[in-house]
């Protein structure tokens, strides 16, 4: 895209630059050529005048007063019924001349050479040329810093897109002063929302299924496994509770099912990069505001996750703890217990307990936020086949949940063997 502006730019440059350089420099040509004539004929008139005033007089032809007229190099012919009277010899072929009547008949010829006209006109010309140049070179200036100054914000732009596409739904305000791109990005913002938004329905639609689902199948073995008990409806009973097993098998499949379908771009991280490259986006923010950001993470700590989500939504507490929290954020990651764990925290006041229990729900929020952030992290996570849980109240401590990445997911790792006792 830079390219393709900056090659537009240029062209335009170039084609104005022709378009009057060319007319430009053919008038300034003529008008050294002009100005030439002009002064020679100036000189022809006054020798003229200077002529006829002695024929007038009765006196002979002498152009001895006449020769201060006649430029270097030139040549004056004077014809006369007297005769012919000359100074200087003539310039050649290619020379300026001027020829003008006498009142006492005759004629008046003044020659002079090209060749100071021509050096005029090649100093204009270069000057003109200069000009053209001058006016491309600043053009190509004008045109690279436009270009970049366009460039940026459509990388950006596009960049965010591709972010958007990828699950990335944070909030973007940055704006860049061109109409129609800050509408795009407006416009982009309002798809975030709307796939927050639809990503956390969608989580909730599935969650409260399963809930009834299997709220419903328990109630139902629960009453099968009485029936059961008489003899009369025993074979019946035990039948239909095997069924009903059966559709909780199913359901735990498709549940399943449907975690894999979402998390089908997770794949096996090293955290400690991925957080190390998610925490360097959020030092300077904290910096702005006097706090720093550390990042605790033990070498070879691999979790199974989608990059983009959970650069989402490890940004979503982030950005959390500069709203609300204080002092110094520290990212740091364990594994516990056949699952990783990453924590993030601060040292500020913490969650108030009357929220403490509903930080997650969408539209809850204690400094006056939209309350989407937590939710729709949480619902990132959960479909990455992890958890997102408040550990801490104060201070306020988050911690993310992944699960541990089969051995055949990796290649090309060597797995450390767990410690036995002998």
């Known amino acids: ?32 050529e002009d100005n030439a004539h002009n002064e020679l004929t100036t000189r022809t008139q006054r020798i003229a005048a200077l002529l006829d005033d002695q024929i007038a007089n009765g006196r002979a032809i002498d152009l001895t007063p006449a020769a201060i007229g006649v430029p270097e190099g030139g040549h004056l012919v004077v014809t006369t019924p007297a005769g012919r009277h000359e100074i200087g010899r003539s310039p050649g072929l290619d020379a300026l001349s001027v020829e003008m009547p006498l009142v006492q008949q005759g004629t008046v010829r003044l020659e002079q050479p090209s060749t100071p006209m021509r050096t005029d006109q090649y100093k204009v010309a ?90 419903r199948l328990t109630a139902l073995q629960l009453r099968l496994e009485e029936l059961a008990e008489h003899p009369e409806t025993a ?12 559709l909780a098998e199913v359901l735990d499949e498709m549940l399943a099912a449907a975690r894999a379908a979402r998390a089908v771009d997770a794949e096996p991280l090293d955290l400690q990069g991925e957080l190390t490259a998610i925490a360097e986006e959020w030092r300077e ?25 959970l650069r989402e939504a490890i940004g979503v507490l982030l950005d959390n703890a500069l709203r609300h929290g204080e002092g110094q954020v520290v990212v740091s990651a364990r594994r516990d217990e056949g699952t990783v764990v990453v924590e993030v925290a601060d040292a500020g006041s913490g969650v ?71």
């Open 235 to 246: 074979s019946e009973a035990q039948a239909a509770l095997e069924q009903a097993e059966r």
């Open 285 to 309: 923010p904290l910096r702005r505001v006097g706090r720093s950001l550390r990042v605790r993470v033990p070498e070879g700590l691999l979790a199974r996750a989608t990059p983009a989500r």
């Open 126 to 215: 270069a000057l003109v040329v200069l000009l053209i140049g001058f006016s491309v070179g600043t053009g190509t200036v004008v045109a690279t810093v436009t270009a970049r100054k366009l460039a940026r914000p459509l990388r950006h732009v596009a960049a965010r897109a591709a972010r958007l596409g990828a699950g990335d739904f944070r909030d973007d305000l940055r704006r860049h002063g061109v109409p129609e791109l800050d509408l795009v990005a407006e416009a982009l913002d309002r798809s975030a929302v709307a796939l927050a938004q639809l990503v956390q329905r969608e989580r909730d639609l599935v969650g409260d299924v399963s809930h009834q689902l299997r709220s």
């Open 352 to 422: 108030p307990d009357e929220l403490a229990g509903h930080i997650f729900e969408r539209g809850v929020s204690g400094g006056g936020s939209t309350g989407v952030g937590l939710a729709l992290a949480r619902a990132l996570v959960d479909a990455d086949g992890g958890r997102l849980e408040l550990s801490a109240a104060r201070p306020a401590t988050f911690a993310v949940f992944l699960p541990i990445p089969k051995a055949e997911d990796v290649v090309g790792v060597t797995w450390k063997a767990e410690p036995t006792p002998r």
């Open 1 to 32: 895209m830079r390219s393709r502006i900056l090659r537009a730019i240029l062209l335009a440059v170039a084609v104005t630059g022709f378009a009057l350089g060319i007319p430009l420099g053919y008038a300034a040509l003529r008008l050294v």
